[in-house]
């Protein structure tokens, strides 16, 4: 199997402009305001709008076939053709079913969104032929029956479907996330000659504007994934998953928008996501149904501003936000505790530890509270500021049990309620990347981080976002466990006897077997992560104004980056000299205040 990296991404991805030192990323809004006045004015409104391309995207490979002659020339589905049939069949791929089934499994090298393009040339008798077409973000997914023990679903995108294809003619089907793609002839007595089977991929074309190499080419990768999986999900919303949670989920956007931030930088998609769930979650419901996404929004909105310093912006949220703060001072005890009600979730691996989710809702509130006195200081909402002070200083008198989890043990150390160096000494740094999240991993190392676990993390996320990697992943899963590893095959290969098929016999609560999404923008979090910590980028003041640069090796010889602001680019090159030390060679735009440590 190939490698790909972050620059054969771009390659293949991005039509846009490179030349983006001295701009933020023009955003698909002003992409749209930049029609032709008679397009632009035919749409009613930028919904009517869509700001992604598509590119056709060839297989890299035949994983398997049904034996001849039912399959004939299966390799001329690799070859680049022209996207238009023509009368004359020239070594075409055939499938052929006489009594035997007839079918072929395409690998199309890593995971996309969108479906495929199937050309035909000539049929039985020139009559349409049927075609079933399975999705799979795993070869044992595109293998597998619906239903099933191994849960096999079409939920939230139809990956498993009936097709009738043309004579002479094209079709195109599905908009999932796939990787791999099975097509099996129905017909009995039947032939179907394919000129081409391409994939569709849908994407918005985005600049890769941040970046990160450094001595390990491992952690290279891992940047490079994270940043790929929440490009794929960013389709017309900010989704979570491009299989499966096609939705936006606000409490999941929070390491989605600290990843774009990191890597596209200000793209209109988010605040979009945001209004969206706003608007549709009028007071005093809670966002997606849960209360703890209704104090992610506030959380997203704090490190939007941070970042864009848009005043008119947040001065729109300022109605709703000052509503929400004030619904959420309302839900403190007499003895101090959160008293937030159900659905009360931090996370899938968590949610069975109810210790853990009050420790862990505390912490956030708490958190949350913290933001929200922030923005109304910028909004000169002096009353609910004090209103969220004085609830923080009510939380902090009451210091909940961690439950022995490292979700709640994070959130602790990050709202100020725990000790970071113990927390990570008891219960973060135990047992190395097990009783992790996906999800929450992001949180755990910027935790451990404050506690200056920073060879921890490290370590962390080779071992854990690494260990996917090595089963074949080229986007982060939606959850994750160390101990499915054990004896367990790629996802890109058929599920040799005896081992374990580490898609569809693991996973938990939502997420059980093939329904498991290998595609989920929560997992990004590393890019983001050592973007701030090994980079060492770290925004002090709305609007990048002020950004202080603390780079943190470790076991690292070198790192180096670029980092997009409003203003454009910082770049940065960290090296170890001999006795230790870190040399730095630093350039940022004008208008940026760099402080060194």
Same mark, same amino acid.
């Given at each position: 199997?190939?490698?790909?990296?972050?620059?054969?991404?771009?390659?293949?991805?991005?039509?846009?402009?490179?030349?983006?030192?001295?701009?933020?990323?023009?955003?698909?809004?002003?992409?749209?305001?930049?029609?032709?006045?008679?397009?632009?004015?035919?749409?009613?409104?930028?919904?009517?709008?869509?700001?992604?391309?598509?590119?056709?995207?060839?297989?890299?490979?035949?994983?398997?076939?049904?034996?001849?002659?039912?399959?004939?020339?299966?390799?001329?589905?690799?070859?680049?053709?022209?996207?238009?049939?023509?009368?004359?069949?020239?070594?075409?791929?055939?499938?052929?079913?006489?009594?035997?089934?007839?079918?072929?499994?395409?690998?199309?090298?890593?995971?996309?969104?969108?479906?495929?393009?199937?050309?035909?040339?000539?049929?039985?008798?020139?009559?349409?032929?049927?075609?079933?077409?399975?999705?799979?973000?795993?070869?044992?997914?595109?293998?597998?029956?619906?239903?099933?023990?191994?849960?096999?679903?079409?939920?939230?995108?139809?990956?498993?479907?009936?097709?009738?294809?043309?004579?002479?003619?094209?079709?195109?089907?599905?908009?999932?996330?796939?990787?791999?793609?099975?097509?099996?002839?129905?017909?009995?007595?039947?032939?179907?000659?394919?000129?081409?089977?391409?994939?569709?991929?849908?994407?918005?074309?985005?600049?890769?504007?941040?970046?990160?190499?450094?001595?390990?080419?491992?952690?290279?990768?891992?940047?490079?994934?994270?940043?790929?999986?929440?490009?794929?999900?960013?389709?017309?919303?900010?989704?979570?998953?491009?299989?499966?949670?096609?939705?936006?989920?606000?409490?999941?956007?929070?390491?989605?928008?600290?990843?774009?931030?990191?890597?596209?930088?200000?793209?209109?998609?988010?605040?979009?996501?945001?209004?969206?769930?706003?608007?549709?979650?009028?007071?005093?419901?809670?966002?997606?149904?849960?209360?703890?996404?209704?104090?992610?929004?506030?959380?997203?909105?704090?490190?939007?501003?941070?970042?864009?310093?848009?005043?008119?912006?947040?001065?729109?949220?300022?109605?709703?936000?000052?509503?929400?703060?004030?619904?959420?001072?309302?839900?403190?005890?007499?003895?101090?505790?959160?008293?937030?009600?159900?659905?009360?979730?931090?996370?899938?691996?968590?949610?069975?530890?109810?210790?853990?989710?009050?420790?862990?809702?505390?912490?956030?509130?708490?958190?949350?509270?913290?933001?929200?006195?922030?923005?109304?200081?910028?909004?000169?909402?002096?009353?609910?500021?004090?209103?969220?002070?004085?609830?923080?200083?009510?939380?902090?008198?009451?210091?909940?049990?961690?439950?022995?989890? +490292?979700?709640?043990?994070?959130?602790?150390?990050?709202?100020?309620?725990?000790?970071?160096?113990?927390?990570?000494?008891?219960?973060?740094?135990?047992?190395?990347?097990?009783?992790?999240?996906?999800?929450?991993?992001?949180?755990?190392?910027?935790?451990?981080?404050?506690?200056?676990?920073?060879?921890?993390?490290?370590?962390?996320?080779?071992?854990?976002?690494?260990?996917?990697?090595?089963?074949?992943?080229?986007?982060?899963?939606?959850?994750?466990?160390?101990?499915?590893?054990?004896?367990?095959?790629?996802?890109?290969?058929?599920?040799?006897?005896? +081992?374990?098929?580490?898609?569809?016999?693991?996973?938990?609560?939502?997420?059980?077997?093939?329904?498991?999404?290998?595609?989920?923008?929560?997992?990004?979090?590393?890019?983001?992560?050592?973007?701030?910590?090994?980079?060492?980028?770290?925004?002090?003041?709305?609007?990048?104004?002020?950004?202080?640069?603390?780079?943190?090796?470790?076991?690292?010889?070198?790192?180096?980056?670029?980092?997009?602001?409003?203003?454009?680019?910082?770049?940065?090159?960290?090296?170890?000299?001999?006795?230790?030390?870190?040399?730095?060679?630093?350039?940022?735009?004008?208008?940026?205040?760099?402080?060194?440590?």
């Amino acid at each position: 199997m190939k490698s790909w990296s972050v620059m054969g991404i771009i390659v293949v991805l991005m039509a846009t402009s490179q030349a983006a030192d001295n701009t933020s990323t023009a955003s698909s809004w002003n992409r749209w305001r930049q029609l032709p006045p008679p397009v632009r004015n035919s749409f009613q409104d930028r919904a009517d709008f869509d700001p992604r391309v598509r590119q056709y995207i060839l297989p890299h490979r035949i994983v398997w076939q049904t034996p001849a002659p039912t399959v004939e020339n299966p390799q001329a589905l690799l070859e680049k053709r022209s996207g238009q049939v023509t009368l004359d069949a020239g070594r075409p791929c055939v499938l052929r079913s006489k009594e035997s089934n007839a079918a072929v499994l395409l690998d199309f090298g890593r995971e996309l969104h969108g479906g495929i393009q199937i050309m035909v040339w000539h049929t039985h008798k020139n009559k349409p032929v049927r075609l079933r077409v399975r999705f799979g973000e795993s070869v044992s997914e595109t293998m597998a029956e619906l239903g099933g023990p191994k849960n096999t679903t079409n939920d939230h995108a139809v990956r498993d479907q009936t097709c009738l294809v043309p004579w002479l003619g094209t079709h195109e089907i599905s908009n999932t996330g796939f990787r791999f793609v099975r097509l099996d002839l129905l017909d009995k007595d039947a032939f179907v000659q394919f000129k081409s089977i391409r994939a569709v991929f849908l994407y918005r074309p985005l600049t890769y504007l941040g970046s990160f190499r450094c001595s390990d080419d491992r952690l290279n990768r891992i940047w490079n994934t994270g940043a790929y999986t929440v490009h794929l999900n960013m389709q017309d919303y900010l989704w979570d998953g491009i299989k499966r949670d096609r939705l936006v989920w606000i409490g999941d956007m929070h390491p989605e928008t600290m990843t774009i931030l990191s890597v596209f930088g200000a793209q209109d998609i988010i605040p979009a996501s945001l209004d969206l769930i706003r608007d549709e979650t009028p007071l005093p419901k809670w966002m997606n149904g849960i209360s703890s996404y209704s104090m992610w929004w506030i959380l997203i909105h704090h490190s939007w501003y941070l970042y864009q310093g848009d005043l008119t912006y947040l001065k729109q949220q300022q109605p709703y936000l000052t509503g929400l703060l004030n619904l959420l001072t309302k839900h403190i005890g007499p003895d101090h505790r959160e008293t937030l009600p159900p659905h009360r979730f931090l996370d899938w691996p968590s949610s069975a530890n109810p210790k853990a989710i009050h420790a862990g809702l505390h912490a956030l509130l708490v958190m949350t509270l913290r933001a929200g006195a922030d923005l109304c200081q910028e909004l000169g909402e002096d009353q609910i500021r004090q209103k969220c002070l004085d609830a923080v200083a009510r939380l902090k008198k009451h210091i909940p049990d961690h439950g022995d989890s +490292k979700q709640a043990a994070a959130l602790m150390a990050l709202a100020d309620i725990a000790d970071a160096p113990t927390m990570n000494q008891q219960v973060m740094a135990v047992d190395g990347a097990r009783r992790m999240s996906t999800f929450y991993g992001y949180y755990v190392l910027q935790a451990r981080a404050r506690a200056g676990d920073y060879q921890g993390c490290l370590d962390c996320i080779r071992q854990y976002w690494g260990a996917m990697l090595d089963l074949g992943a080229t986007t982060f899963w939606e959850d994750f466990d160390l101990a499915w590893t054990e004896n367990a095959a790629r996802i890109d290969e058929l599920v040799p006897p005896g +081992k374990k098929d580490i898609h569809g016999d693991f996973g938990n609560y939502c997420y059980k077997g093939f329904r498991h999404s290998l595609c989920h923008g929560w997992a990004s979090g590393p890019t983001a992560w050592m973007a701030e910590h090994v980079l060492g980028i770290r925004i002090l003041e709305p609007g990048c104004q002020t950004v202080r640069i603390t780079p943190h090796l470790a076991d690292l010889k070198w790192a180096e980056g670029t980092y997009p602001t409003p203003r454009g680019l910082i770049r940065v090159r960290h090296e170890k000299t001999a006795d230790g030390k870190i040399r730095s060679d630093i350039h940022a735009p004008e208008g940026i205040k760099i402080i060194r440590d």
